[in-house]
Nanobody, 120 residues
Framework: QVQLVESGGGLVQPGGSLRLSCAAS????????MSWYRQAPGKERELVAR????????SYADSAKGRFTISRDNAKNTVYLQMNSLKPEDTAVYYC?????????????WGQGTQVTVSS
């Protein structure tokens, strides 16, 4: 059974930091590209950051560049999102996503999300 369990969300003041974690199980973590998405109220879910299977390459949404860092620990089956210099517009539910390709079929797995609220 595939599970992605996010943690680390919460309430933080503008300019503060949070570190999100996503613990994975039920699939071959080291073979899956991992991403963080977010969805703010009334808005569509958007990609925040992505990391390749080995962690050798990352990419970010323009809104996250220079402030967020995605990383992974394949030994712990965990992906992280370090968020610094948080802004009120970063307020959203953050979701972990795994994309695995097996026999030319692509599978996408999602976590349940963790709420991040940036407010004074």
């Amino acid at each position: 059974q595939v599970q992605l369990v996010e943690s680390g969300g919460g309430l933080v003041q503008p300019g503060g930091s949070l570190r999100l974690s996503c613990a994975a199980s039920g699939f071959t973590f080291s073979s899956a590209a991992m991403s963080w998405y977010r969805q703010a109220p009334g808005k569509e879910r958007e990609l925040v950051a992505r990391i390749t299977t080995s962690g050798g390459s990352t990419s970010y949404a323009d809104s996250a560049k220079g402030r967020f860092t995605i990383s992974r620990d394949n030994a712990k089956n965990t992906v992280y999102l370090q968020m610094n210099s948080l802004k009120p517009e970063d307020t959203a539910v953050y979701y972990c996503n795994a994309r695995e390709v097996l026999l030319l079929h692509e599978y996408n797995y999602w976590g349940q999300g963790t709420q991040v609220t940036v407010s004074s």
